[in-house]
């Protein structure tokens, strides 16, 4: 009896979680990783220019360390998940989320239009485990504040994407950034995962963004970038930022093939009632071109390039290292 129950509990629990599922793949889910530095930040601003969208929803997480001496702390940690931002802002994580709830909703706005809800998760023989705050809107969409402990960032980021889904993954671009070969054996976290993420990634700096001059969308034609411009092309729109299609030409003999595949993306984009605001060729390598091109906007929008992870080892990945050498915000397309 006690085997049959255990199933029955199971399968209710199956199927709740992917009723809870369907109903997020019908919004624009994105998860910011928040990790105090000011780039993090700058991709919590670009998600901010979004939020005004009634189908987005926010999510800001925190990865700590399992443990972090909380056993001989002192912290009362049932107090601490009966309310998790009156903790004194003391528990690493906490501050940086609470500052980022400031920029997204004011304390009045919040009490006049937000309804909050705290969970609490068991895991990893952590006595703080995974906390959570939800506000929701009357409107529907909704900011979560998430606390969550893993081995270690990278694998905490990766791991919530699967409690998710989410359209789109944000995080501050790293100090250092590795050729995609050492990376696999040696990678920040941004990089692990830009890497390994199944969905959409953008590496968030600061640089160009204050006056930027809105999104530099890169398409080489192939369907995969066109349907990558797509999509970026919308999120361009609900932010209000203009765009600029891009595109690569080896010598002065493709020039007149780069002209045809930007004339075919602003025509698409024109079917869906998008204005591009300029079309522009570069001429050389692909990577420095869209280095170059981009320095000056505050987004650089890039296609994955779709191939299996072990043959981007013998491919040059054009989108990974657009990434590792601009000097503003990449936004990768998966």
């Known amino acids: 009896m006690f085997g049959f129950k255990k199933i029955r509990d199971d399968n209710v629990f199956q199927a709740e979680l992917e009723a809870v599922r369907a109903e997020r793949r019908k919004r624009f889910r994105i998860l910011v990783c928040i990790d105090g530095s000011d780039a993090s930040y700058e991709g919590l601003r670009f998600a901010a220019k979004l939020a005004d969208n009634e189908d987005c929803d926010i999510i800001l997480l ?47 706005e919040m009490a006049a239009h937000w309804n909050a809800a705290v969970t609490h998760t068991d895991t990893w023989g ?28 990278a694998s905490g980021i990766l791991d919530q994407y699967e409690l998710g889904p989410y359209n789109l993954m944000i995080m501050g671009a790293p100090t250092n950034w590795r050729s995609e070969i050492r990376a696999f054996f040696d990678a920040s976290i941004a990089q692990r995962v830009a890497m390994l993420a199944p969905c959409s990634v953008m590496v968030a700096r600061g640089n160009g963004s204050a006056n930027g001059k809105g999104h530099l969308i890169c398409t080489d034609g192939t369907k995969n970038s066109l ?10 729109q609900f932010s209000g930022d203009p765009i600029t299609l891009f595109a690569v030409a080896q010598d002065n003999e493709e020039i007149p093939i780069a002209e045809r595949v930007l004339e075919k993306a602003a025509e698409m984009l024109a079917k869906i009632d998008i204005a591009v605001a300029d079309a522009q060729v570069g001429i050389g390598e692909p990577v420095e071109q869209i280095v170059q091109a981009g320095k000056d906007y505050s987004v650089i929008a890039v296609a994955d390039s779709g191939k299996p992870l072990f043959r981007r080892f013998v491919v040059k990945n054009t989108s990974y290292n657009v990434m590792g050498n601009a000097r503003t915000s990449v936004l990768k397309i998966r």
């Open 62 to 108: 925190y990865v700590r360390p399992i443990d972090q001496g909380l056993r001989t702390g002192g912290l009362q940690v049932r107090v601490a998940r009966e309310n998790m931002l009156d903790w004194g802002l003391e528990l690493p994580g906490i501050k940086h989320l609470k500052r980022g709830l400031d920029m997204l909703v004011s304390d009045d």
């Open 227 to 236: 349907d990558a411009m797509r999509r970026d092309a919308v999120l361009a």
């Open 126 to 153: 952590d006595p703080l485990g995974d906390n959570k705050v939800e506000y929701r809107h009357t409107s529907g969409k909704s900011i979560v504040l998430k606390l969550k402990t893993a081995p270690d960032p």
